[in-house]
Each structure stands twice: as structure tokens, then as C-alpha cells.
């Protein structure tokens, strides 16, 4: 898409506060006011999903391919969904059962899917940094739908917006947020650590000392005020909770040595509503999904009343929204310039 | 040229020759390819000359190095391989036998001695065998046969000898040659997937960590091996290559204190590169140190200047954290460490342009490594006297005296040096590297220390301008 063609604003332009990244690939540089940027896109975005029609054209005639080459349901609709809101050409790629099982590089894929038109990439990959690889010889944009262990920026951006639509206030300045479980192999609680920690959180990782590993390096760091705490300490960790986020524990954790069993991790870390009681009242609880119910989150918290795991399902169209359009916005500005 | 066809030149500049001890101003006179003539300058005749400026070395030695033939010449044939050894400064390399078929009996050794000859480079060429047949870890290679082909050790470098009953029984069996094993320390059980230092920087990547420990441990159990060995094989010998942590050093230190025949190495990247430039940091290892000695925080700082993930970074074993790197210069400095080798590891793009975690290990390092020891030496890091002996007569010491090297300058012998500019920068770019590897993270950096002329045995085998 040219400059001279900017889709007619069903949008109005959000922002004193210019975008400026062709890409999204990680959390970990963008500053404050970016963030709160996307919050009120997603807002926008927000207002338009609750019209009759939930469909604006701010995305017309851009390509947009959805390249995941891991097993996702959620993620991967949620932005297909986001992208054909926007009037996007949305193509799929189920890259585990095209030819890349035959040994086409990941470099092949992203030049013939460029050949092919597309303006936008948003990828989901196993291997950490491979969204990098894709935006050095991609033409257009690339949004990192998850890599590896390494980040997941959409969903930590959805994650904020959800806590900053339901805490009182709608601020997480000095709120405790505590994320409880494999964080060792998560690249949801990665994305969240940034986002949180510019967000003035009190952010709190928890789980087995085996899956934390690492993370205390990280947090010895907590450099430039971002700091956080480390502890398999799970009261300590509850104890006046503002939001509480568990994350999935996969059997192969087991296979590896790091857990005894699922029975132990189900009773020691839980998040059952008894130790749910020790957070603030009124405590959020949230789960990126999907969920192992009865093993890290007991089944009657996820249905209380507390449990916002489906506006995160919602919340998640709004802000992936609001990244495709500000990615297109950085387009046409880079075009324009 | 003169007419019995050796070189001829008269240069000055700043002789560093640790065989003899001795560095200062020289005017050096090379007829017929012999050095003739060495006269040490002082006072208004040494004007201009110092160790910042141009120098004159003796031919660097380069202990590990991978050229990839036979097997891999899509990576490097022993041609380009020996080409781009002569324009880093090396006239003497050893090459690892990890090539395919393995160097595990003397036909193959016979073959790579064929290429090299063939290339007619004035490089000598020297090759390890593999430990263990087919590199397998199972059972003994060739070792007697190969020994008497004239290999200069064993090694099944790329994985270290996991048994360690056959690790026993390897140092005793070369002891009886005096010929040394050169391992590679990993404990493949801590490292499957590992994918940088585990730590900091890895965590933040969501990178498999790799742990510290998974060196360290090896390196103490061929340590303790080695020292129940010698009891009985007085001769036996081990070598320990790429050494990139400080607990691997200490373990080194100590093994030396208590008298034990065991040296080590370290790599160039190792010494001056850490693992924060996996994130995207380019500062030299000692430029990410504060004041306390403890790294700094890449993130925090602004050092991030390029993007993360460069796969010409994932290299065996990881780019550690500063702290390791200073312990890895420190060991140059102590003694600890014996020689600087480059593992030169070439790698094809399609080895290299792939996802991080799926990239081949190696950098391609031979001709980066002698600007990269300078630049050490530049940032008073390691004494250049120091340096060129961990470069020339530390690693012929390590090889003995059945590979006959005898790097030094000395008068009435061919002449075996490289002329190097200190002060002269040279952009390293894909096309000015004579490897076949272009996976070096110095790409499109210009780095000190440009090699102006190489002289092997008396013949060149290298000239620039």
C-alpha cells in the first residue's frame, strides 16, 4: 500500500504519541507511553467490536498471512479474527503441515509468503528469536505471535489491558500481580515482566524452584526500576494478591525431571479458592489458556466470579487489533517519509 | 623475489619474539626467503617503531581448527581453509578430525595431506585423530597407527569423551606416545538443547540455558582421570580445548599446582565476546564490566545495538557472561592457560541463516582472532609479549616436540613471521574473508590489526598492498 491511499478514518487517530515500530517482536523496548498507546487503541478497537457490524476498513488491501508454526486454537483465531475485523486479506498457514515438514526454511517460507503479498506477517514459532529471522529478510511487518520460551507480546498487552479494565482505577501502579507456575518455559510470563514492570506493578513470580530457574538472575538485575520478586514461597506469594495469574503445566515437565508429579504440583501450587483466600477480596485471577483445570487452577476458580480468563479471550481480539492498525500506521508512515 | 626463488625484504617495526624473551625496534632482512639479518634498534634509528604500530611476529600457531575436508566442503576445503589461515597471521594450524569420514586411521589423514599439499601453501598443516572410532565415544580409534602417521594428538572435539573409562584408557594408551588428548569439556547430560549461557542473558531470551557446571564437571572428571593415569603412564598428557568458564579455570589452576600434564586453551570469542551479544550487545568482553567487576546490565545500559538472535553467535561451547570472559583473560595472563586457539568453525548459510536454536555451532575465526587478541591487548588486557607467546610458542609447546614447531624469529632459517599493523583498522566483511564461513559476528565491523605480509618456511604466504 502506497502512502497516497490511507484508508478513510472509521478510526479516529488515537495518538499524540506516534508509533514507531515496523515490527513487533518483543515487549522489552517499548516505552510507557507506546503501551498505553495500544490500551487505547484496544479501546477504540473495543468500541468497535460492540457495534452491530464490527468492521472498519482501516485494512483494506493489506495482506495480512498468519504463519504459526505451532499448534495454537486461540491465538491464532483471535488474530484472524482481528485482522479480517480490519479488512485485512487474512491467509492462513498451518506451517507444521505445509512444506516446511519437507525442510523448506523458515527463510524460503517468508520470501515466497512476500512474493505472494503479504504486507504483515504474524508468526508463532517453537524456537526462540525466530520471528527476528523473519523480519530481517520479510519486506513488511512482522508481529511475533509467541516464540519459544522467549515472548509473546499481544499476549502480555491483553493481559494489561484486562487487569487495567478491572482493577479499580484501572491503574497497576504498586498493584501485586503474581504469576504462578511454569515460568521457567513461558514466554507469557517473559512478555508480562516488561509490561508489568513499566507499568509500576508489584509483580511477583512463583512456582517450583525447578521451573524458575534463571529468574532470579534476572531479577538480581531489576535494573532501570524494573524489579520483581522471585519465590516458591506460594502463601508468601497469595498474600494480598491484586491479580493472580497461573500458567499451564505440561506433562512432558514431568518426563524431563523437573516435577515429581502433576498430583504434587496440583497440592502444593495450586491455585485452589482456599489459597485464593489470602489475596486482596475481589482479586482477579487469569490463565493465558489453555487450561489443565484440576492440576494448576482448581475448576471452581475458574468459573468464580473473580476469573476474568474469558474477557482475556475477548479483550484479546480488541488489542490485536489495536497492534495491526498501529503496525499499518508505522507502514504508511515509513512509506510517507 | 631473488633469484634461488625466496623472498626478499627489509622491514622495520616492533619485534615481539617469546622464544627469545625479547621485544623492542628491529630492522629484519629477509634474502632467499632466510632471515639474515635482526639488528634491535635504539634511540633516533628506533623513531617511529612500537608495539603500537607495526610488528613483527613469529608465524602464529593455531591449535584448533576445523577446515572441514573431507566431508564438508561446502564449509571449507583445507585450500580456503589454509588461505584464510595465512591472511590471520597463522603458518602452522591443526585441524580437528571431526570431518566425515572421521580422521580415525591414516587414510584420511593421508588425504587431507594430499589437499594441503595440493594448494601448494607454505602453511604446514598439522591434524589431529579422533579418540574413539568414527568420533562414536565406543571404541578406540586407530591410535598407534595414527601416531605413527605423524598425528600431533587426539581429540574427538564437537563432544568430549563422555566414558570415562574410555577417557582413561585413551590418556593412557597416547601417554604411551606422549601424545596428548585434547578434550572437549561437555557433560552432554546437562546440555541437550542448550542453547546460551545460562544465566541473565539467556533467561531473558527464553534461550535453554546452559549451565556452567556442564563444562566445569568435565572438566574436573578428566582431571581426576588424568591424575590416577599418570601414576601408572608417567607420559600421558591432557589438553583441554575452548575453556570459557571461570570454575573450569580454577580447576585447570589447581590441577597445575599440583603438578599435573594438564594445559588448556582459549578461544579469541571467548575471551573478548560474551553472551549479551547474543541479545544484541557488540562491546568488548571487558567494555561490559563495571566498576565492581560484575557485568552490566545490556538492557539498562543502551548496548543493545544490533538485533538479537544472530545465529553466527551460537557457537559450542556458549559466549559466557563477562565475569567468565575476564577469568578466561586472566588465565592468559597466570599462565593458566597455555595457548589462544581460534576453533575456527566454518559453516555454510544454510547451517547458519536458520532459527537461533536450530543453527550450527561455530564461528569462523581465523582471521579475525589476531585482531581480536590485539584489541585485547590494545585495552591493556594481556601484555602483547604474552599474547604472541599464547599465539606462537604456547601452543607448540602444548603440540611438543613431535610436531616440530619452533616458532621465533630466528636468524639463518627461513623465516616464519607475519607483519602485522597495530594501529591500521580493516573492515570485515563477507568479501574480505577469505573462509568459505562467513559466520562471524564481526561482520561489517572494522576491527585492528591488519596483516600485511605472512612469510611460512621462508615463502609467502600472504602479502597485502
Given at each position: 500500500?502506497?502512502?497516497?491511499?490511507?484508508?478513510?478514518?472509521?478510526?479516529?487517530?488515537?495518538?499524540?504519541?506516534?508509533?514507531?515500530?515496523?515490527?513487533?517482536?518483543?515487549?522489552?523496548?517499548?516505552?510507557?507511553?507506546?503501551?498505553?498507546?495500544?490500551?487505547?487503541?484496544?479501546?477504540?478497537?473495543?468500541?468497535?467490536?460492540?457495534?452491530?457490524?464490527?468492521?472498519v476498513p482501516a485494512l483494506r488491501g493489506l495482506g495480512v498471512t498468519i504463519l504459526f508454526y505451532e499448534a495454537s486454537t486461540r491465538t491464532?483465531?483471535?488474530?484472524?479474527?482481528?485482522?479480517?475485523?480490519?479488512?485485512?486479506?487474512?491467509?492462513?498457514?498451518?506451517?507444521?503441515?505445509?512444506?516446511?515438514?519437507?525442510?523448506?526454511?523458515?527463510?524460503?517460507?517468508?520470501?515466497t509468503v512476500e512474493a505472494l503479498g503479504a504486507d504483515m506477517i504474524v508468526m508463532r514459532h517453537g524456537v526462540s528469536g525466530a520471528p527476528y529471522l523473519a523480519a530481517e529478510v520479510f519486506g513488511g511487518s512482522v508481529l511475533n505471535g509467541g516464540d519459544g520460551w522467549h515472548a509473546h507480546p499481544s499476549q502480555a498487552l491483553l493481559d494489561l489491558y484486562t487487569m487495567r479494565s478491572r482493577l479499580p482505577g484501572g491503574s497497576l501502579e504498586g498493584r501485586?500481580?503474581?504469576?504462578?507456575?511454569?515460568?521457567?518455559?513461558?514466554?507469557?510470563?517473559?512478555?508480562?515482566?516488561?509490561?508489568?514492570?513499566?507499568?509500576?506493578?508489584?509483580?511477583?513470580?512463583?512456582?517450583?524452584?525447578?521451573?524458575?530457574?534463571?529468574?532470579?538472575?534476572?531479577?538480581?538485575?531489576?535494573?532501570?526500576?524494573?524489579?520483581?520478586?522471585?519465590?516458591?514461597?506460594?502463601?508468601?506469594?497469595?498474600?494480598?494478591?491484586?491479580?493472580?495469574?497461573?500458567?499451564?503445566?505440561?506433562?512432558?515437565?514431568?518426563?524431563?525431571?523437573?516435577?515429581?508429579?502433576?498430583?504434587?504440583?496440583?497440592?502444593?501450587?495450586?491455585?485452589?479458592?482456599?489459597?485464593?483466600?489470602?489475596?486482596?477480596?475481589?482479586?482477579?485471577?487469569?490463565?493465558?489458556?489453555?487450561?489443565?483445570?484440576?492440576?494448576?487452577?482448581?475448576?471452581?476458580?475458574?468459573?468464580?466470579?473473580?476469573?476474568?480468563?474469558?474477557?482475556?479471550?475477548?479483550?484479546?481480539?480488541?488489542?490485536?487489533?489495536?497492534?495491526?492498525?498501529?503496525?499499518?500506521?508505522?507502514?504508511?508512515?515509513?512509506?510517507?517519509? | 623475489m631473488s633469484?634461488?626463488?625466496?623472498?626478499?625484504?627489509?622491514?622495520?617495526?616492533?619485534?615481539?619474539?617469546?622464544?627469545?624473551?625479547?621485544?623492542?625496534?628491529?630492522?629484519?632482512?629477509?634474502?632467499?626467503?632466510?632471515?639474515?639479518?635482526?639488528?634491535?634498534?635504539?634511540?633516533?634509528a628506533a623513531d617511529g617503531l612500537g608495539p603500537t604500530g607495526r610488528l613483527i611476529l613469529p608465524g602464529l600457531v593455531d591449535m584448533h581448527a576445523h577446515f572441514r575436508e573431507p566431508g564438508n566442503e561446502d564449509a571449507e576445503t583445507v585450500a580456503t581453509g589454509l588461505a584464510a589461515a595465512a591472511r590471520g597471521g597463522f603458518t602452522a594450524v591443526a585441524l580437528m578430525p571431526n570431518t566425515t569420514p572421521a580422521l580415525d586411521d591414516p587414510s584420511v589423514l593421508a588425504r587431507v595431506r594430499a589437499s594441503a599439499a595440493a594448494t601448494g601453501s607454505p602453511v604446514r598443516v598439522l591434524a589431529y585423530g579422533a579418540v574413539t572410532a568414527g568420533r562414536k565415544g565406543e571404541t578406540l580409534s586407530a591410535m598407534g597407527e595414527l601416531a605413527d602417521a605423524g598425528v600431533v594428538g587426539f581429540s574427538d572435539d564437537g563432544a568430549s569423551v563422555g566414558s570415562a573409562t574410555l577417557m582413561r584408557n585413551a590418556l593412557a594408551y597416547a601417554g604411551a606416545f606422549g601424545l596428548p588428548i585434547v578434550d572437549h569439556p561437555e557433560d552432554a547430560t546437562q546440555t541437550a538443547g542448550a542453547e546460551a549461557s545460562e544465566g541473565y542473558v539467556a533467561t531473558v531470551l527464553g534461550l535453554r540455558g546452559w549451565p556452567v557446571a556442564a563444562e566445569a564437571g568435565s572438566v574436573a572428571r578428566s582431571i581426576a582421570i588424568l591424575a590416577d593415569v599418570v601414576r601408572d603412564v608417567p607420559g600421558a598428557r591432557l589438553h583441554l580445548t575452548h575453556l570459557?568458564?571461570?570454575?573450569?579455570?580454577?580447576?585447570?589452576?589447581?590441577?597445575?599446582?599440583?603438578?599435573?600434564?594438564?594445559?588448556?586453551?582459549?578461544?579469541?570469542?571467548?575471551?573478548?565476546?560474551?553472551?549479551?551479544?547474543?541479545?544484541?550487545?557488540?562491546?568488548?568482553?571487558?567494555?561490559?564490566?563495571?566498576?565492581?567487576?560484575?557485568?552490566?546490565?545490556?538492557?539498562?545500559?543502551?548496548?543493545?545495538?544490533?538485533?538479537?538472535?544472530?545465529?553466527?553467535?551460537?557457537?559450542?561451547?556458549?559466549?559466557?557472561?563477562?565475569?567468565?570472559?575476564?577469568?578466561?583473560?586472566?588465565?592468559?595472563?597466570?599462565?593458566?592457560?597455555?595457548?589462544?586457539a581460534t576453533d575456527h568453525a566454518p559453516h555454510t548459510a544454510v547451517d547458519k541463516h536458520v532459527e537461533f536454536g536450530w543453527a550450527a555451532n561455530g564461528i569462523s575465526g581465523i582471521e579475525t582472532a589476531l585482531s581480536t587478541v590485539l584489541a585485547a591487548v590494545a585495552a591493556g588486557e594481556v601484555p602483547l609479549m604474552r599474547a604472541v607467546a599464547l599465539l606462537t610458542s604456547g601452543p607448540a609447546a602444548v603440540l611438543g616436540p613431535r610436531a616440530g614447531l619452533r616458532p621465533g624469529l630466528r636468524l639463518g632459517e627461513p623465516a616464519d613471521l607475519v607483519v602485522v599493523d597495530a594501529d591500521a583498522s580493516w573492515a570485515v566483511s563477507a568479501a574480505s574473508l577469505r573462509s568459505k564461513g562467513k559466520n562471524t559476528p564481526l561482520l561489517g565491523r572494522a576491527v585492528p590489526g591488519a596483516v600485511r605480509l605472512v612469510l611460512a618456511g621462508g615463502r609467502v604466504a600472504h602479502a597485502e598492498g
Open positions: 500500500m502506497s502512502a497516497g491511499d490511507r484508508p478513510e478514518g472509521a478510526i479516529p487517530t488515537p495518538a499524540p504519541v506516534r508509533w514507531p515500530h515496523r515490527h513487533l517482536l518483543d515487549v522489552d523496548a517499548l516505552t510507557r507511553p507506546e503501551i498505553d498507546l495500544v490500551m487505547r487503541t484496544a479501546d477504540e478497537m473495543h468500541d468497535v467490536l460492540a457495534r452491530p457490524i464490527p468492521k491464532r483465531v483471535s488474530f484472524e479474527v482481528a485482522a479480517k475485523n480490519l479488512s485485512a486479506d487474512v491467509v492462513n498457514i498451518a506451517a507444521a503441515s505445509s512444506s516446511v515438514s519437507k525442510g523448506e526454511s523458515l527463510v524460503d517460507t517468508v520470501r501485586k500481580v503474581v504469576i504462578l507456575g511454569d515460568v521457567l518455559h513461558s514466554r507469557v510470563a517473559r512478555s508480562n515482566v516488561w509490561t508489568l514492570t513499566a507499568m509500576g506493578a508489584d509483580l511477583w513470580l512463583c512456582g517450583p524452584t525447578t521451573l524458575l530457574r534463571g529468574f532470579d538472575a534476572w531479577a538480581a538485575r531489576g535494573a532501570a526500576g524494573r524489579r520483581f520478586t522471585v519465590t516458591s514461597d506460594v502463601g508468601a506469594a497469595l498474600r494480598d494478591a491484586d491479580v493472580v495469574m497461573a500458567l499451564r503445566i505440561q506433562k512432558e515437565r514431568m518426563a524431563s525431571g523437573l516435577l515429581p508429579s502433576l498430583r504434587e504440583y496440583a497440592a502444593r501450587y495450586g491455585l485452589t479458592s482456599e489459597r485464593l483466600r489470602a489475596a486482596r477480596p475481589g482479586a482477579l485471577v487469569m490463565h493465558p489458556g489453555p487450561l489443565n483445570e484440576g492440576v494448576e487452577i482448581a475448576a471452581d476458580v475458574a468459573v468464580d466470579p473473580r476469573s476474568v480468563i474469558t474477557d482475556q479471550v475477548a479483550n484479546g481480539v480488541a488489542v490485536r487489533m489495536a497492534l495491526l492498525y498501529l503496525m499499518a500506521g508505522a507502514r504508511r508512515t515509513e512509506a510517507g517519509a | 633469484a634461488n626463488g625466496g623472498h626478499d625484504a627489509t622491514i622495520c617495526g616492533w619485534a615481539v619474539d617469546p622464544a627469545a624473551g625479547r621485544e623492542g625496534a628491529v630492522e629484519a632482512v629477509v634474502r632467499g626467503g632466510v632471515l639474515e639479518r635482526l639488528t634491535w634498534l635504539s634511540g633516533s570459557s568458564t571461570a570454575a573450569s579455570i580454577a580447576h585447570v589452576r589447581a590441577a597445575k599446582a599440583a603438578g599435573l600434564p594438564v594445559t588448556c586453551d582459549v578461544t579469541p570469542h571467548h575471551l573478548a565476546f560474551t553472551d549479551e551479544w547474543v541479545a544484541g550487545s557488540r562491546r568488548w568482553a571487558w567494555e561490559a564490566l563495571d566498576a565492581e567487576g560484575r557485568a552490566r546490565d545490556p538492557w539498562a545500559d543502551g548496548a543493545l545495538a544490533a538485533p538479537p538472535f544472530d545465529t553466527s553467535l551460537r557457537v559450542n561451547p556458549p559466549l559466557r557472561p563477562a565475569e567468565d570472559a575476564a577469568a578466561c583473560r586472566a588465565a592468559l595472563r597466570d599462565g593458566t592457560a597455555d595457548a589462544i
